[in-house]
């Protein structure tokens, strides 16, 4: 996608073989700064401080992570160590574990002298096809959206509701939950995008809507609390958000506040569906909520929040009382059966095992 006109990836080749670029995404939407990542370390660090995030390109740095490993100790005990760091760097989107497996699988039984080749030439690969995997959502998700629009007045925007960022920031390019929103803004349909600021680290406020924005898709950030409150005044049509990991039966573990949203959805008779790339689908887990760990992240994130001053600085303030103390749990689960449908690579399936399935052979 674009950034005043020049077209960006969220992470890129910059010395072949070597070093990766990335956006550093914890200093948006106030500074738009890349960095470059040249260790495997640096990859891991980049993933643990949420310099990037998002399932998908979590997954793809980790893949160049292994390859920057390759670079610095290819042996079976080296890769092992690379594999238990990056794996340890966050604990719900399963992309990271597919992509460390993908890399795993590529490199097991390989000469030692070969392996940094292949990896890069890998890593390269899950970047390209997680744009193909998103695009093929956004197409997917389109029909959806043509369908609402041709039952709305002619003019009238298709609104949607959408949760975090699962945006093109939170991928290689695109996104998921947004791919068929820019998918529907490329073809012409009016189309305004509800953004959840998305507490406690706003990835809504901060990333969704700077993203949007630049493309110059129309929205409006809302306070997490009011999307029950839009739906009960007809002023959502459908919400699209992504998720971190699906179930083998169609639960999803998405960014926290994504469950209540689709209970707000249930009783409002809204549309609720769920964008996701096959790699998000962890086949080993039925059962979400029982299965799925869910990240802790510091209750700093709670007590202090970030901004910019007047004056351009960017500083962090206490929003609470000293030393009270805050939980922060980073994701939920939203069970299946408040799920209307999965927008998949392959179609849009109901979330069901039958379902999941059909479109997905083992
Ligand atoms: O904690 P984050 O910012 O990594 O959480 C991201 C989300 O919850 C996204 O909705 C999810 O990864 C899907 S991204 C296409």
Known sequence: MEIDGIPYRTIWVEEPGRSVGIIDQTKLPHRFTTVTLSSMDEAARAISDMLVRGAPLIGATAAYGMAMACNEDASDEGLRRAYDRLYSTRPTAVNLRWALDQMTALLDNRAVEERAALAWARAAEIGDEDVEICKAIGRNGLTLIEEIAAQKPKGEPVNVLTHCNAGWLATVDWGTATA?????????????????ETRPRNQGAALTAFELGRHGVDHTLVADNVGGHLMQRGLVDLCIVGTDRTTARGDVCNKIGT????????????????ALPSTTIDWTVEDGLAEIPIEQRSGRELTRIAGRTETGEVVEVDIAPEGVAARNDAFDVTPARLVSGLITERGVAPATKEGLAGLFER
Request: glycine share 4%; hydrophobic share 50%.
């Open 259 to 274: 469950y209540l949203k689709a209970l707000a959805a249930k009783d409002n008779e809204v549309p609720f569906y769920v």
């Open 180 to 196: 068929p929103i820019y998918m529907a803004y490329e073809a012409g349909i009016p189309i305004h995008v509800w953004v959840d």
